[in-house]
């Protein structure tokens, strides 16, 4: 069993940035694709970005590419994600997510899941 641990969120204006990090219990750690989604109230959740195990892979979401940035230290365990230029529409709750089954952007395409950590960015 893995455990997923985000932390980072906060209250931030429009273009500032913010980094999130995902702690992840378990040796398996370094063999997993990681992503990040987030979830606005009353919305769905939605894929933001994953990376292979190696790093060697990236992908984004249109409405994030070329300001966020997903990093991996498989050392620590840790998965992060750089958000830079922050807008409004940015805010939510956002997940980390382990262990790819499937599609690398579905939120049912992974096995695993944090508990969220929350971004506000206001205008």
């Known amino acids: 069993q893995v455990q997923l641990v985000e932390s980072g969120g906060g209250l931030v204006q429009a273009g500032d940035s913010l980094r999130l990090s995902c702690a992840a219990s378990?040796?398996?750690?370094?063999?997993?694709?990681m992503g990040w989604f987030r979830q606005a109230p009353g919305k769905e959740r939605e894929f933001v970005a994953a990376?292979?195990?190696?790093?060697?892979?990236?992908h984004y979401a249109d409405s994030v590419k070329g300001r966020f940035t997903i990093a991996r230290d498989n050392a620590k365990n840790t998965v992060y994600l750089q958000m830079d230029g922050l807008k409004p529409e940015d805010t939510a709750v956002y997940y980390c997510?382990?262990?790819?089954?499937?599609?690398?952007?579905?939120?049912?395409?992974?096995?695993?899941w944090g508990q969220g950590t929350q971004v506000t960015v206001s205008s």
């Open positions: 997510a382990g262990r790819r089954l499937t599609d690398i952007d579905s939120p049912g395409g992974y096995a695993y």
């Open positions: 378990g040796r398996t750690f370094s063999t997993y694709t």
């Open positions: 990376m292979t195990w190696s790093g060697g892979y990236t």
